[in-house]
């Protein structure tokens, strides 16, 4: 189990994820003055954007260990 050595687990980037993705509705809910589909389109975007960044932030870190 490597990732008890390096203390990463796969847990945590989702974690992280659905906390960012929840604090950022919250935000655009309450300062919206009217939450329509634009805002659910920025959240959808933005939470792509942030899956693909844990998704490829591991592939990196394998190739500078040494």
Known sequence: MSWLNDGYHPIWSCVRLAL????????????????????????GLIAF???TGEVLIPHFRKGTKG
Do not use: P, R
């Not at 309450?30 to 589909?37: G, H, L, P, V």
């Open 49 to 51: 954007g942030m899956a």
């Open 20 to 43: 960012l993705l929840a604090l950022m509705f919250v935000v655009m809910y309450s300062t919206a003055s009217n939450f329509d589909e634009t805002e659910l389109k920025a959240i």
